[in-house]
């Protein structure tokens, strides 16, 4: 079982819509927990950012991490053409420790 | 401000030729790191420098080598390119926790690598 799963989509939603994004972890040491958006050959841009449990909200955006199921979610509400690209989560145990990614969802919203 | 600089952009080798990928980061951050994705794999890391002077192996490192020339500059050779190695590989940078830092990865551009 590989440390970080997520499923790859891709995903097509409508404008507006809320998307759902999530990744199941095995290492019960992870305590950095991050989104990155990544757009088409381009690299990946920090999104989200969350330390340990609970949740975060950025405009749009909200991310959950549960450590007690270990599962994090990303939520997008309202969902624009702009938010087509592919999501990776990604997590580490410290701040000095390489951070293991998901596969990445491929998302697309529809206009 | 350019952040990682990666250099080349675009690269086609032979199988058994070598090359270099480049990698700079104008930030002052102490860790660099080499990623390469592939369709379907996600992000894997290859090697990556917690100092200047210090490297380590990551989850898949045969076939490459890395050297931390200095602060600034972290770079990826192959030796004997395969068709295996063919993909897009991003360097990253990461600031040292505290302070406020988050412990974010900051991405290059990416280097797209064909090997024939």
């Known amino acids: 079982q590989k440390e970080v799963e997520q499923d790859p989509g891709p995903l097509s939603v409508p404008e507006g819509a809320i998307v759902s994004l999530n990744c199941t972890y095995s290492n019960s040491a992870f305590q950095y927990f991050m989104w990155y958006r990544q757009y088409s050959r381009k690299g990946p841009e920090l999104l989200m950012y969350t330390y340990s449990s609970g949740n975060k909200e950025d405009g749009r955006f909200t991310a959950q991490v549960d450590k007690s199921s270990k599962y994090i979610s990303l939520f997008i509400r309202d969902s624009q053409p702009s938010d087509s690209a592919t999501y990776l989560c990604a997590m580490s145990e410290t701040g000095n420790t390489p951070l293991v990614f998901g596969k990445g969802t491929r998302l697309s919203v529809i206009a | 401000n350019a952040g990682v600089t990666q250099t080349p952009k675009f690269q086609v080798l032979k199988t058994g030729q070598s090359m270099t990928l480049q990698c700079a980061q104008d930030m002052n951050h102490n860790s660099m790191y080499w990623y390469r994705q592939d369709p379907g794999m996600g992000l894997r890391l290859i090697y990556y420098?917690?100092?200047?002077?210090?490297?380590d192996k990551g989850e898949v490192p045969n076939g490459y080598n890395v050297s931390r020339l200095n602060k600034r500059e972290f770079s990826l050779r192959l030796e004997s390119a395969a068709p295996s190695q063919t993909s897009v590989y991003f360097c990253a940078s990461r600031p040292s926790p505290g302070q406020g830092n988050t412990g974010e990865l900051f991405f290059g551009e990416g280097s797209r690598l064909t090997v024939l």
């Open positions: 420098s917690a100092s200047e002077g210090t490297t």
